[in-house]
């Protein structure tokens, strides 16, 4: 199972719903953070992560 299967697979989780989903990944082209959004990712960080990056994707509101 793929990130992109997993996150579509936990959003039709009911009892998730709200749950944060960021996607650490080693790429970073338009059409992967597109892809990202599309699977239900709520971010997309590219490697090597920023810890500072990280903690507001994990703490900002969600969009």
Request: negative net charge.
């Amino acid at each position: 199972m793929s990130g992109y299967e997993l996150a579509r697979a936990l959003r039709a989780m009911p009892h998730l719903e709200g749950i944060r989903l960021v996607a650490i990944t080693g790429y970073g082209q338009a059409e992967d953070y597109q892809r990202t959004r599309e699977a239900g990712f709520d971010d997309h960080l590219v490697k090597p992560v920023d810890l500072s990056a990280l903690e507001r994707s994990l703490t900002s509101p969600r969009h």
